[in-house]
T-cell receptor
């Protein structure tokens, strides 16, 4: 199957700082990428959908000024958590869409202290 | 009502057992159905993908969709300890892009 990478896999940051997470589709071009958040023992929660070259579409309740998404190319999308707080600590997963299938990245564990 | 419902388990079975994982969905427009496997602290991995009703088999795994009853199933034959993971069902319709996930079922296969 197609490969999606995420970087970093784990990050610890101090409250008030910003963190950038990269998502790359390594062997295919993804016109659409998705960002999910997953709380312990919970399902994936879609945060936003991003299409290459256009603004991301955020799900209800997700602050677009806090979670900045940039989809600069067909193989790269970034999520920046701005002014992070401890409640932003979570597992963030991206996925890239190829035809009818979605391929997920390995996830990024964010811990805000 | 959630778009996709899934019993969260947990489910424990002995090695070699047949495992049946199930989901129901409410949106009759869903056409594509997926099963993902997620190991602890990892991203979900696509296991099976079916379109519309019917069965699809891949090794020890069989995915089944019954659109008349809006029921999705994943069967695992000869289960192995390495199958221990959380299994998520998902569904979507053409043009919607977004997947709707079940909550996931945590499976443990005991050696």
């Amino acid at each position: 199957g197609a490969v999606v990478s995420q970087h970093p896999s784990r990050v610890i940051c101090k409250s008030g700082t910003s963190v950038k997470i990269e998502c790359r589709s390594l062997d295919f071009q993804a016109t659409t990428m998705f960002w999910y958040r997953q709380f312990p023992k919970k399902s994936l929660m879609l945060m936003a959908t991003s299409n290459e070259g256009s603004k991301a579409t955020y799900e209800q309740g997700v602050e677009k000024d806090k979670f900045l998404i940039n989809h600069a190319s067909l193989t790269l999308s970034t999520l920046t958590v701005t002014s992070a707080h401890p409640e932003d600590s979570s597992f963030y997963i991206c996925s890239a869409s190829s035809a009818a299938e979605q391929y997920f990245g390995p996830g990024t564990r964010l811990t805000v202290t | 009502q959630k778009e996709v419902e899934q019993d969260p388990g947990p489910l424990s079975v002995p090695e070699g057992a047949i495992v049946s994982l199930n989901c129901t969905y409410s949106n009759s427009a869903f056409q594509y159905f997926m099963w993902y496997r997620q190991y602890s602290r990892k991203g979900p991995e696509l296991l099976m993908y079916t379109y519309s009703s019917g069965n699809k088999e891949d090794g020890r795994f069989t995915a089944q969709v019954d659109k008349s009853s809006k029921y999705i199933s994943l069967f695992i034959r000869d289960s192995q300890p390495s199958d221990s993971a959380t299994y998520l069902c998902a569904a979507y319709q053409t043009g919607a892009n977004n997947l709707f996930f079940g909550t996931g079922t945590r499976l443990t296969v005991i050696p």
